[in-house]
């Protein structure tokens, strides 16, 4: 019987994370993608969906936006003095900007709207309230 994925699994596949309008937005590539199951290397909702599968296995999921990243969270946008960003840095709605967090992690910012001094981020995943194509192809599972 072939081993399932479980928590602490090593698995090795690849994958494809796509809109729902078919926009690519991550893929393993050639090369394998390898994680421990638990681990934080893969969003924990694509961990779930993954779950079960054996080697050989492929599946395409369509993961609904609380499946996928979740609804968008009005507390996670943000007024931001236009002084933070660098002069001579162009601004648009639609740019992605990494900030540092007071933590010193990295996250990551979308600009929805300029208001006069201010800019408006969203610091909300860029795929949060979407819905989202998960296309996996599980290489090699081995026991925790």
Same mark, same amino acid.
């Given at each position: 019987m &072939?081993?399932?994925?479980? $928590?602490?699994?090593?698995v090795s596949l690849?994958?494809?994370?796509?809109?729902?309008?078919?926009? =690519?937005?991550?893929e &393993?590539?050639?090369?394998?993608?390898d994680?421990? #199951?638990g681990? *934080? +290397?893969?969003?924990p909702? /694509?961990?779930r969906a993954?779950?079960g /599968? #054996?080697?050989?296995?492929? #599946?395409?999921?369509?993961l609904?936006?609380?499946e996928a990243?979740? =609804?968008s969270d009005p507390a996670?946008?943000?007024?931001?003095?236009? &002084?933070d960003?660098?002069?001579d840095?162009p601004?648009?709605p639609g740019?992605?900007?990494e900030?540092? +967090?007071?933590?010193g $992690?990295? =996250?990551l *910012?979308?600009v929805?709207?300029?208001v006069?001094?201010?800019?408006?981020v969203d610091?909300?995943?860029?795929l949060?309230?979407?819905p989202? #194509?998960?296309?996996v192809e599980? =290489?090699?599972? &081995?026991?925790?």
């Amino acid at each position: 019987m &072939s081993q399932r994925i479980e $928590m602490g699994c090593r698995v090795s596949l690849r994958y494809r994370l796509l809109r729902n309008d078919g926009y =690519l937005v991550d893929e &393993s590539g050639d090369e394998p993608f390898d994680l421990t #199951v638990g681990d *934080g +290397a893969l969003h924990p909702n /694509l961990e779930r969906a993954i779950e079960g /599968l #054996v080697a050989g296995e492929r #599946v395409r999921l369509l993961l609904g936006p609380e499946e996928a990243f979740g =609804l968008s969270d009005p507390a996670n946008i943000y007024r931001v003095p236009r &002084s933070d960003f660098p002069a001579d840095q162009p601004l648009a709605p639609g740019y992605i900007f990494e900030f540092a +967090a007071p933590n010193g $992690m990295e =996250l990551l *910012g979308q600009v929805v709207e300029l208001v006069e001094d201010e800019v408006v981020v969203d610091f909300n995943h860029p795929l949060a309230g979407q819905p989202a #194509v998960f296309e996996v192809e599980v =290489l090699t599972v &081995s026991a925790p």
